[in-house]
């Protein structure tokens, strides 16, 4: 299943969604009400993950019924994407970690432009918050002042139940899904705040800088975490391509290394770092740097993408 979460102009409250078929979404709470199911359903992403051992089934059963509407309501209940509004699938999450410096090409890119002054041995982080999450479809103001402005396509993954001292080998009985990241970055504020020995705090978190979505796939669905294709593209030009095969630290890894010390709670993220090919990276990189008026596009290949409007 691919759920999110939406509004529309009929009823502004954020809440949860079904994608059936490639452009049709379902208001969950609205069918519901119709289909008759008698079994109630969180209104949140966040807290369906955390009841979903009692509500999946009930949820399965509103998608197979979803695609047999027919008539009005069909018509009621089964929105286009063009007429929604997309909100972060999970737009609060207790913790929002973002893996760092976990490409081998992406750290030598980043070494050479004075990004990182350290390589460290172990999974790396630093926190995204909550009020820079946006939806697909978002636009984002490029920071008066702020001319290298990049982008850094990533695939996140989501805690699906409490998980504390995880053991590599069963980390993956803890997530619930996955969905896409562009983890939108000032880089000339990252290179003081690097200089300073900050951690990103500044440049990875004004507003806006964190779109998120548009769905987030159930993992029964992925047939192998450490082989997803991610693309990036700006006005349609391709910018970059990699494989998460390419990851030093995979995602069991990361789980058993920061569930360690640190309780993780359902519809908390894991950003699973970028790889190379972001535009600071890049010999020309004045021309790639984001300008008001272009589209990012980061792409799971053959499942979802991922849009934002810079302006």
Sequence with gaps: ????????NDNPQPRLALRVGKDQVLDVQ?????AGLGTPMSSSLRWHIENQDVEREALERLATWAQGLTGEDARKLLLSETDIRFHPPVPDPVKFLCVGKNYAAHLDELARTELINELPDEPTGFVKLNEVLCGHGSSVARPNGIVKFDYEPEVVFVIGKPAYRVSRENALDYVFGMTLFNDLTAREIQKREVRSGTRFWTAKNMP??????PWVMTLDEIADVNDLKIECHVNGERRMGYNTRDQIHKLADIIAHFSKYMPLHPGDLFAMGSAAG????QPNADKLF??????VDVTLQGVMTL?????
């Design 1 to 8: 299943m691919q759920l999110g979460t939406i509004s529309t």
């Design 278 to 281: 972001v535009a600071v990276g």
């Design 208 to 213: 806006g800088f964190g779109p998120l979505g």
């Design 307 to 311: 849009s934002t409007e810079i302006t």
């Design 290 to 295: 984001l300008r008001p008026g272009d589209r």
């Design 30 to 34: 609205a069918a519901l009400e119709i």
